[in-house]
């Protein structure tokens, strides 16, 4: 029984991340930290209500000196970016072998943190102590780019296209209902977070266009590669079933997909390969739930490798 604390259960992926566990036996959770919903059985927060295992379990409002003092195997931090600092440093100094996951931006590619790619980094999971889950977005072009990295010819362009949820609990511009009524909002040109996050994964130069539209959950991102000679497309499938072929995780369709396949569901879809023989380049989708392989069951997956000993991952 892995024992869980977690501190930000209020928003979306805290949410989601408490009923993946609710229904997996493997995970106990010992708190929930929301100043929001503090006294409150979980059971009664906004979309929680079918909980079987932890309805009834009170959440809390807990700060960093007490989160440091709760006995857990993992503690998962769902904060908004920039607040994750004070709980780190006090489970360093109280519990230093506590495993953390950072489901922010705060830690990505921060010395002494893992990436947590179970597909693209999967060997410095076990055992690691601190794990930053990597973004919706870059998990989505991560996987959809990683494989081409030496056929491409100069930056790949990605125009993304995500649910209002990306956007958080907190009332914007990016989830007002009036505003995405018939609509999609683009935003964060010229230097998103993810796009460096991709950057830094893949060691390709990447364009990021990201948008949000008016459906709730899930996340598009239709890529173009310019290629350093011309391939079939078939030649390029073959080449993403082998890369992935290890990884139930990441499912290769010849049609690309589309939000009513990858919303609700587990793992991330690439497909849609398409060449323009006289560019030569290529065109293709990765789709994946932005809550879930791009949030919360992601960290889940992490969480079990890490617990898995060094010399048991052999």
């Not at 959770?29 to 503090?38: C, E, G, H």
């Not at 000196?65 to 920039?82: W, Y």
Request: proline letters at 7%.
């Amino acid at each position: 029984m892995i024992r869980l604390g977690l501190i930000g259960a209020r928003g979306y992926v805290g949410r989601e991340l408490i009923g993946a566990i609710d229904t997996d036996d493997q995970f106990d959770l010992l708190y929930a930290s929301s100043r929001a919903l503090a006294g409150r059985a979980l059971g009664s927060s906004p979309g929680l209500s079918g909980l079987s295992r932890f309805g009834e379990l009170m959440a809390e409002d807990i700060g960093p000196d007490e989160a440091s003092e709760r006995p857990v195997d993992v503690v998962v931090l769902g904060l908004p970016n920039g607040m994750s600092g004070p709980f780190v440093d006090a489970l360093e100094r109280r519990q230093p072998e506590t495993l953390i996951i950072d489901l922010g931006a705060d830690h990505r590619y921060k010395d002494g943190w893992v990436y947590g790619s179970p597909e693209l980094n999967g060997k410095a999971l076990p055992g690691a102590k601190r794990i930053a889950n990597p973004g919706c977005y870059a998990t989505a072009a991560n996987l959809a780019l990683m494989p081409l990295k030496d056929l491409a010819a100069g930056p790949a362009s990605v125009f993304g296209v995500s649910g209002f949820s990306g956007a958080g609990t907190t009332p914007g511009s990016r989830n007002d209902a009036e505003r995405l009524e018939s609509n999609v909002i683009p935003y964060g040109f010229g230097g998103h977070g993810h796009q460096s996050e991709v950057e830094s994964t893949t060691g390709m130069e990447v364009v990021f266009a990201p948008h949000v539209a008016p459906f709730f959950r899930g996340l598009l991102t239709t890529i173009t590669v310019p290629l350093d000679d011309v391939y079939t497309a078939a030649a390029i499938r073959a080449r993403f079933n082998a890369f992935y072929e290890p990884y139930k995780s990441v499912q290769i369709t010849e049609e690309p997909p589309e939000i009513t396949m990858v919303a609700g569901a587990d793992g991330c879809f690439v497909g849609g390969f398409a060449v323009d023989k006289a560019k030569p380049c290529l065109t293709l989708t990765s789709g994946l739930d932005n809550l879930r392989k791009g949030a919360a069951t992601q960290a889940i997956e992490n969480i079990r490798l890490a617990l898995v000993k060094p010399s048991q991952s052999r």
